[in-house]
């Protein structure tokens, strides 16, 4: 994975001028959409499509310290007017194409990036590989804002909101793996941009035969491979290590890569102030070509 990365990094160079093909770029490099954006917003730190439009701006400030037409130069990056171009150079520079072409900057340079797969412990991971008969996710879902690191407030208000008898409801329900009662994360954005809306559902795992009340979420899995990867101690903190390690160690050493589909943690034990927790986090995976 590390090497389809910085060859990716080398496309996007080359075709700074272009309307990048993402879905196409990927499949030369023979991978898939999903699982390129997703471990390069993981391992990069930020969304695909956020680097291309630094780069891009990077490249054109010298284009505009130079003293071209600005409408060329707009339409050299991709964009139909200086208006948009403009919103563009001053989200990443800070100022406006005027004042940069005027004072020489102060402009913010987004480097080339290069990824290296560096050893940093010998901490193993506990994963194991199962497939999955369709199942089905019921529960009940919200809309919240995506946040990489810490709990979120949003989800947290949303399994707050619920009554306590709803959790015992829902447990109730479960007769198939993931067991027990579920933290559901779907419709997440490609590039896993912080911010971005998710679908959250708090709930739990039904066969596709199990008969489902009308007040619940229900989100359709088909079968499928799962990687399950278990966390403990300090709750999220080391679920979020662990689910960080997928991106930097597990999938760059393993023949395997993300699928479409939703994330799944399953809380299998837990303080009662939620402090510590033993936690499984279900990743969709499929076999890499």
């Given at each position: 994975m590390?090497?389809?990365?910085?060859?990716l990094?080398?496309?996007?160079?080359?075709?700074?001028?272009d309307?990048?093909?993402?879905?196409?770029?990927?499949?030369?490099?023979?991978?898939?959409?999903y699982?390129l954006?997703?471990m390069?917003?993981?391992?990069?730190?930020?969304?695909?499509?956020e680097?291309?439009?630094?780069?891009?701006?990077?490249?054109?400030?010298?284009?505009?310290?130079?003293?071209?037409?600005l409408?060329?130069?707009?339409?050299?990056?991709?964009?139909?007017?200086?208006e948009?171009?403009?919103?563009?150079?001053?989200?990443?520079?800070?100022?406006?194409?005027?004042?940069?072409r005027?004072n020489?900057?102060?402009?913010?340079?987004?480097?080339q990036?290069?990824?290296?797969?560096t050893?940093e412990?010998?901490?193993?991971?506990e994963?194991?590989i199962?497939?999955?008969?369709?199942?089905r996710?019921?529960g009940?879902?919200?809309?919240?804002?995506?946040?990489?690191?810490?709990?979120?407030?949003?989800i947290?208000?949303?399994?707050?909101?619920?009554?306590?008898?709803?959790?015992?409801?829902?447990?109730a329900?479960?007769?198939?793996?993931?067991?027990?009662?579920?933290?559901?994360?779907?419709?997440?954005d490609?590039?896993?941009?912080?911010?971005?809306?998710?679908?959250?559902?708090?709930?739990?795992?039904?066969?596709?035969t199990?008969?489902?009340?009308?007040?619940?979420?229900?989100i359709?899995?088909?079968a499928?491979?799962?990687?399950v990867?278990?966390?403990?101690?300090?709750?999220?903190?080391e679920?979020?290590?662990?689910?960080?390690?997928?991106?930097?160690?597990?999938?760059?050493?393993?023949?395997w890569?993300?699928?479409?589909?939703?994330?799944?943690?399953?809380?299998l034990?837990?303080?009662?102030?939620?402090?510590t927790?033993?936690?499984?986090?279900?990743?969709?995976?499929?076999?890499a070509?």
């Amino acid at each position: 994975m590390i090497a389809e990365l910085n060859r990716l990094v080398e496309l996007v160079e080359e075709r700074l001028h272009d309307d990048l093909d993402v879905a196409s770029l990927a499949r030369g490099l023979g991978t898939t959409e999903y699982h390129l954006r997703r471990m390069f917003s993981s391992l990069a730190g930020m969304p695909l499509s956020e680097y291309i439009r630094r780069r891009r701006m990077s490249v054109a400030a010298a284009d505009i310290l130079e003293g071209g037409d600005l409408l060329g130069i707009a339409v050299r990056y991709g964009y139909g007017s200086t208006e948009a171009f403009g919103r563009a150079f001053r989200s990443v520079h800070g100022l406006s194409f005027v004042d940069a072409r005027r004072n020489g900057g102060p402009l913010r340079t987004q480097p080339q990036l290069g990824f290296r797969l560096t050893v940093e412990g010998n901490t193993t991971m506990e994963t194991r590989i199962t497939d999955r008969p369709a199942f089905r996710l019921v529960g009940h879902a919200a809309t919240v804002p995506l946040i990489h690191k810490g709990i979120n407030p949003h989800i947290q208000a949303h399994i707050a909101s619920l009554p306590m008898t709803e959790h015992s409801r829902l447990k109730a329900l479960s007769d198939t793996e993931p067991a027990g009662l579920l933290h559901v994360s779907a419709d997440v954005d490609p590039d896993y941009a912080e911010g971005s809306p998710l679908t959250s559902l708090h709930g739990v795992a039904v066969s596709d035969t199990s008969r489902v009340d009308d007040d619940l979420d229900v989100i359709e899995v088909p079968a499928g491979t799962w990687a399950v990867f278990r966390a403990e101690g300090e709750y999220p903190t080391e679920l979020q290590k662990v689910w960080a390690a997928t991106a930097t160690d597990w999938f760059p050493s393993n023949p395997w890569r993300l699928r479409p589909g939703p994330s799944i943690v399953a809380i299998l034990d837990r303080a009662d102030d939620f402090s510590t927790a033993t936690t499984e986090l279900w990743l969709p995976v499929e076999r890499a070509a």
